[in-house]
């Protein structure tokens, strides 16, 4: 487990990387579904160790330049089955208790965190999406939606 530093010492947030040893933690593998069940017990394995539940996420499935806004109402979908998953590339959120979770292979995950705000921000940093500007527009929707202040950003 390895946590992010400069997000370590920002109160609120926290930003995390499974390893080998949580095993597979994606329901798909270059377009080759993987077994659920497996993946859904190497998720509440590796989420244990963290004291977090799998039902407290939002899981991102990768796929569409699209930026979605969670809330509560979203718990649960993409972690425990792929059926529920909503395709997008960045997620934003302001809900308190609910994490996001994104499984990358050679793409970066870009973390954004409004400590004012207390709004969070994760999105695929992939080759496409950084052409697209990506990280651009999931900014200017978090400060449409949550009033975020640019310049109050940690992004990581």
């Given at each position: 487990m390895y946590q992010l530093p400069k997000f370590s010492k920002l109160k609120g947030v926290s930003h995390f990387t499974s390893t080998r040893e949580y095993?597979?933690?994606?329901?798909?593998?270059?377009?080759?579904?993987?077994?659920?069940d497996e993946v859904v017990?190497?998720?509440?394995?590796?989420?244990?160790?963290?004291?977090?539940?799998?039902?407290?996420?939002?899981?991102?499935?990768?796929?569409d330049p699209k930026i979605v806004k969670v809330d509560r109402s979203f718990a649960s979908r993409g972690m425990i089955s792929p059926k529920d998953a909503i395709k997008m590339e960045a997620l934003i959120t302001n809900t308190k208790g609910l994490f996001?979770?994104?499984?990358?292979a050679d793409c970066h995950p870009i973390i954004f965190f409004d400590p004012i705000t207390h709004s969070l921000g994760l999105a695929h940093g992939s080759r496409q999406m950084t052409t697209q500007k990506l990280v651009t527009l999931a900014v200017e929707q978090m400060k449409q939606e949550f009033g975020t202040n640019p310049n109050d950003l940690h992004i990581g």
């Open positions: 095993g597979n933690q994606a329901f798909s593998i270059l377009g080759v579904p993987q077994p659920a017990e190497n998720r509440k394995r590796f989420l244990g160790q963290l004291g977090l539940r799998i039902e407290s996420g939002v899981g991102m499935h990768v796929g996001l979770f994104l499984v990358t």
